[in-house]
């Protein structure tokens, strides 16, 4: 897929700044796979638009404070940004300025230090904390929650960047499909339907914008999953029975088209980029929001519903004044 083919013009007043209250007051724009046809509902309808037979999975994983605002030795401004810690207890990262850091340099902060290690190519980094007492308690001081550059405006309640089912933490970005959920719009799905988790611990590619023309040519990068075996069997038995499987959120996406591959571990990593030509194992039915242009999560979301479909869908939205991006509306592909 051409990357120009993931374009599309978006007033910036439409780029949410900050989230709605209650969460499921946010809106739901249904796109009907088969016919095209568009509704224009409120996410708090969820549970109408589902059906017995229906298993809706949720994406648990939980986002750590991975911001972290420190001071280099000659006292200038620093920032890293966690993206995964690796098997020797050190971390993936972002950094700025990249240029001017160097291997050994030591970023201060509070209660917390960044070592530099290894300094790569585009921001990419290896770096090692050092805290004073437990690092998650060192994190949760001196931390931010990593929002989107597109979103200026401070975020009053850190918790309203989580989902109210997240779990486990390791993620440096939200699954932002989840964020429409309060407790009790959840506990009616799980009346009309059952509902699964996975987990998928979000990294580098939702801050890495494509370089590449041609998707085929852009090289995702892996993030760590997890499935317990028995919600596999009952996915793969649910489908078999004529079930539709509903995933919220491309990362789940991800995850269930991943072990729709009867070899794929429980566990493991997945590097899966998922555009138009997919064959679709696992997924039938998806809610998620509304994604940048240009960006691998557009092509997915393409792939499930249809390139001209979603065209019409994003057109639609725009014209309707949808909220965009991490804390804009929804949209039910099914």
Known sequence: ???????????????????????DASRLLVVDRATGVLQDRAFRDLPDLLRPDDVVVLNTTRVIPARLRLRRATGGAAEVLLLEARADGDWEALVRPA??????????????????????????????????????AALERAGEMPLPPYIGT???????????YAAQPGSAAAPTAGLHFTPELLAR?????????????????????????DLDDHAMHSERYAVDPGVRARLVEARAAGGRIVAVGTTTVRVLETIADPAAPDRGRTALLIQPGHEFRLVDALVTNFHLPR??????????GGESALRDAYAHAVRERYRFYSFGDAMLIA
Do not use: K, N, W
């Open 295 to 304: 960006s691998t999560l557009l092509a997915l979301v393409m792939a499930l």
């Open 1 to 23: 897929m051409r990357l120009d083919d993931l374009d599309y013009a978006l007033p910036a007043e439409l780029i949410a700044q900050e989230p709605v209250e209650p969460r």
């Open 99 to 136: 240029r001017r850091l160097r291997p050994g340099e030591r970023l201060a902060g509070d209660g917390l230090e960044a070592e530099v290690v290894e300094v790569r190519a585009a921001g990419e980094a290896v770096v090692r904390l050092h805290a004073e007492g437990p690092l998650e």
């Open 189 to 213: 799905v799980r009346a009309v339907c059952r509902v699964e988790e996975v987990e998928l611990q979000v990294g580098l590619d939702t801050f890495r914008p494509v370089q590449a023309d």
């Open 154 to 164: 401070p975020l009053a309640d850190p918790e309203r960047y989580q989902t109210v």
